[in-house]
């Protein structure tokens, strides 16, 4: 608009000269020099205007780009948004998760707590029951007795020629005193079973009422059994006879000692087995963990 004004007025004085014909030589400088002055204010007039052109146009690209970075934010905002919704959804999810395995934690340790529990009871009772039994035999009857704790299970064995003589199972006299010491442990400790097993080597037996090493390890055990139950008392329904044959040897039968070893008869005393299997059904369930 300025410039526009300022070439108006400078057409006028133009125009203005040419139809006053001759003019003072005065009047003519001052028009002149006017003249001048509008052509300066023209000019910086039009170059002021460039730069505000100049400065409008910058202007508009720093608005398309901060309209562009607007949108750009709104985009990823939806985004976190989206983002941060499905983690609260996951994490109320995980919570639950979490709270279900801390629970199943807790019972499994309660239940190794209880299997520790019945382990340092076996573990103490065992330990009580040798001592008491090992105590109660004299010197000689410890040369041809053995008591060891082994696996959790105590083991009494007897030496062959200590209970029978060679090829028969029926028990002797002086196998009475050191069996009823046994019996007495074994009526003491009513919570543990008894299986009595016999033993044998592989040298063939002779017998026309015995078949075999088989015959012979088994009627070895029924007679210690029925010893225990009928001579000393121990309820029967804790007492089981077995027959290993020549088939569990404990030591080398190229040898007359390792022959020998082989031939005995053993006393195991083993906790009630429904005890532990108790345990085993109150073990808490471990789907919701393994599949997890």
């Known amino acids: 608009m300025k410039i526009r004004t300022i070439s108006a007025l400078m057409a006028g004085v133009l125009l203005a000269g040419s139809f006053t014909g001759c003019v003072s030589k005065k009047k003519y400088n001052e028009l002149e020099a006017l003249h001048r002055q509008m052509s300066q204010n023209y000019t910086t007039v039009q170059a002021n205007y460039q730069q505000e052109q100049a400065k409008s146009q910058t202007i508009q690209a720093l608005l398309d780009e901060a309209r562009r970075n607007n949108a750009e934010l709104k985009d990823n905002y939806a985004k976190l948004q989206g983002s941060l919704d499905k983690s609260i959804s996951q994490n109320a999810q995980g919570n639950v998760n979490i709270s279900k395995l801390v629970d199943e934690i807790n019972a499994s340790n309660k239940y190794i707590k209880q299997l520790v529990q019945a382990k340092s009871k076996s573990d103490s009772l ?42 028969s199972y029926e028990v002797n006299e002086r196998a009475m005193q050191t069996l009823s010491k046994i019996a007495k442990i074994i009526k003491d400790y009513n919570d543990y079973d008894v299986l009595v097993e016999g033993n044998t080597d592989p040298v063939p037996i002779n017998r026309t009422n015995i078949r075999n090493n088989w015959d012979l390890s088994a009627l070895r055990a029924s007679s210690i059994v029925q010893v225990l139950q009928n001579d000393f008392g121990v309820n029967p329904s804790r007492l089981t006879a077995a027959g290993r044959g020549e088939y569990n040897a404990i030591a080398d039968n190229s040898t007359e000692l390792g022959r020998q070893r082989n031939r005995r008869t053993e006393i195991i005393i083993t906790p009630k087995l429904d005890q532990f299997l108790d345990l085993i059904d109150k073990a808490p369930e471990g789907e919701s963990v393994s599949n997890k």
Do not use: H, P, Q
């Open 126 to 167: 065992n330990l009580a029951l040798t001592t008491n039994l090992t105590r109660s035999l004299s010197g000689s009857e410890l040369d041809e007795v053995n008591v060891r704790v082994l696996k959790g299970v105590v083991y009494i064995s007897l030496a062959d020629n200590m209970l029978f003589k060679s090829g």
